[in-house]
């Protein structure tokens, strides 16, 4: 079964996230105590935390934690990702084409948060959109505590609260 967390692990490096799931499930399903199932719960943990889906998430873990008691950092995995316990899983419309206009040597672009439209950063590599709390109070969404913390571009470690929004508009697509 090693061989499938490699192969699970290619194909969610190449975006296959279906065929990743299935195969790192596998490894975890023959051996669930063994340093490859652990392995195999990290992969799922970045498919699941890369496509927004928080309760998947969160299971994984929860399962991940119950196979893993001794492992260190356990505690502090707890506490980091506390945060996005009962969030909802995203959902995004179906795939469509759109033309994002933006000036050269720019990396902002327009989108809308609930019908309000706003320009921000395009980070391509991000798995998390954040925003000042000024601005989720100015889209009226509401904040959540969240006990976690994430770390930054530098290194560092800092806490999050989180805010969901109900529609998430960039051109054509709806998150």
Same mark, same amino acid.
């Given at each position: 079964?090693?061989?499938?967390?490699?192969r699970g692990?290619?194909?969610?490096?190449?975006?296959?996230?279906?065929?990743?799931?299935?195969?790192?499930?596998?490894?975890?399903?023959?051996?669930?105590?063994?340093?490859?199932?652990?392995?195999?719960?990290?992969?799922?943990?970045?498919?699941?935390?890369?496509?927004?889906?928080?309760?998947?998430?969160? *299971?994984?873990? +929860? #399962?991940?934690?119950?196979?893993?008691?001794?492992?260190?950092?356990?505690?502090?995995?707890? %506490? =980091?990702? !506390?945060?996005?316990?009962?969030?909802?899983?995203?959902?995004?419309?179906?795939?469509?084409?759109?033309?994002?206009?933006?000036?050269?040597?720019?990396?902002?672009?327009?989108?809308?948060?609930?019908?309000?439209?706003?320009?921000?950063?395009?980070d391509t590599?991000?798995?998390?959109?954040?925003?000042?709390?000024?601005?989720?109070?100015?889209?009226?969404? *509401?904040?959540? +505590? #969240?006990?976690?913390?994430?770390?930054?571009?530098?290194?560092?470690?800092?806490?999050?609260? %989180? =805010?969901? !929004?109900?529609?998430?508009?960039?051109?054509?697509?709806?998150?």
């Amino acid at each position: 079964m090693p061989f499938n967390r490699v192969r699970g692990v290619v194909a969610s490096v190449f975006g296959d996230d279906l065929t990743a799931e299935g195969l790192l499930r596998s490894v975890i399903v023959s051996s669930p105590h063994s340093e490859q199932a652990y392995e195999s719960f990290e992969w799922l943990t970045h498919i699941y935390f890369r496509n927004g889906r928080y309760r998947t998430l969160m *299971a994984n873990m +929860e #399962a991940r934690w119950a196979a893993f008691p001794k492992k260190p950092g356990l505690k502090q995995e707890q %506490t =980091a990702l !506390a945060g996005f316990r009962d969030l909802p899983d995203q959902m995004a419309s179906k795939p469509k084409y759109s033309e994002l206009r933006h000036g050269p040597r720019q990396i902002f672009i327009p989108l809308r948060i609930d019908s309000a439209p706003v320009t921000y950063f395009f980070d391509t590599g991000a798995w998390l959109n954040c925003m000042s709390e000024s601005e989720a109070k100015r889209l009226g969404l *509401a904040i959540r +505590e #969240a006990p976690g913390t994430l770390g930054t571009a530098t290194g560092q470690r800092v806490g999050f609260r %989180t =805010a969901v !929004a109900r529609d998430v508009a960039i051109g054509a697509m709806h998150f």
